[in-house]
DNA sequence: CAAATATTTGCAACGCGTTATAAAGTGAAT
DNA sequence: ATTCACTTTATAACGCGTTGCAAATATTTG
């Protein structure tokens, strides 16, 4: 049922179907980006109809899901390697994530856009799966070095770090931050959460970090493009009622 | 230019059919819900034309927008008369808001729902209004207080709290956690930025705080009706396709 | 009052995600 | 080769957010 279906015709033809249409959404995300990808485009993309893909995977969320985790499979192990103590690892592994998506800026913004977007029952994987998995290691490795106290929870901490640099990115993705920017809010988040929960030892240089990352922030913000600070709409406002 | 025309009869008008479609909208995703609430919809329970909420808010998004700070105006100045320490008064926020959610579930998960989700423009006015305000104005209360070192950049570490309420409640929108879940994440999050920040004086209470945060949310988990004591970890298939 | 201006209205239209349907194509088993 | 189960295809359709446009209506101005 599992691997015989792989080696028989359907399955495989279907795999196969699946991993083109993969295939030509990721083409088509790099070449249109956000705007120009739809169900239909999408179906003449990858040459098959447009029922096709909602048979292969249900909706276009799935289609988006699939996509990112064919990219993520690539850079998979690549944490392995780095040479870092164990709190270090946290921020090379943010290092690791926004270099990528500097190489294709349209292509992951598109993606994580949509993945985010909608927030479908899908929408839970994104600190469910294997991305979870990766930070529950690093917090549990962490602890057993001695350097998260021994009262924290892998699995809550975990999501926490998950939904703050899930964060900072949405905000990459929606507005017009640069990776810089990117990069200094998610490290600024992780240093905060992980100096809460650090031993004696290993805080003081993470509130350092924070408070670092708080003033490379004052300084990207303060070289920012002026924009007039104003919300488009903002007649509805009439605030201001606290003393009644 | 601003209060002549709200005297005058174009812009009062207008003011004035604004509250009503807003008044309607309300009262729309009360009974409907999120799914129920349609431009066309809208526009037919304020009985005006289609065309009209589009005149006068210029999408859907900013009219959720106003439907928030509309309802937000009722609750403004709450906070005021509470009596808590500087630090007790971030997690008295967290219950007024989320004491208020349970009145009206679906309707603020409607509203929560299509304001988080739109990805427009309108995305960072959640984090740079009165809302950014708000958390701003507690932080600095804290800060002069003694109870959060001085190095706190209060723009940046308010846009960290605001993001990680707004996290927590992204949750329980899409998923289907109880207030409860929605609170313990909350004051979760909360409890480990404001440690990393805190003086040493305050600082043991909010981690002692967090680790209760923790425990709470594990027991949480454990109780629920989907499976036992871990968060949902299952993988989204990706048959197989690992071994190339 | 009438004239000028601003706003709403009704309606058609666009592209979107998604679904249903019948017809055509495909692979596997007899 | 023929049958059988399954899948894709083409197409139409639904409701959605949004826009454009001429006609109707309301408001200000003379």
Redesign the pocket.
Known sequence: MTIDDLR???EA??ER?RRAITKAARRLMQKTGRT??????LAEEA??????P???F????AIMYAVLDADIEQYSGRLDQVDADELQIFFEAIKISTSRYATEPAFYKAVLFAVYSDGGKEYRAMFSGPRHAMWRRLVVAARDAGLLVKEVDPDAFALQLGRSFFASILEWVQDEQSIEELEAWAQYGFALLLAAMATPAAAPALRLKAIESQKQLGRLWRQRPKESGKPPIQNIQTVGSRGK
Chains 1, 2 share one sequence.
Do not use: E, P
């Not at 120009?36 to 485009?41: I, N």
């Not at 040459?47 to 096709?52: H, L, M, R």
């Open positions: 028989s015709g359907h033809g279907k179907r120009g990808f739809s169900m239909r485009a040459g098959v109809s447009v029922a096709t909602y048979n292969l249900g909706s276009k969320q």
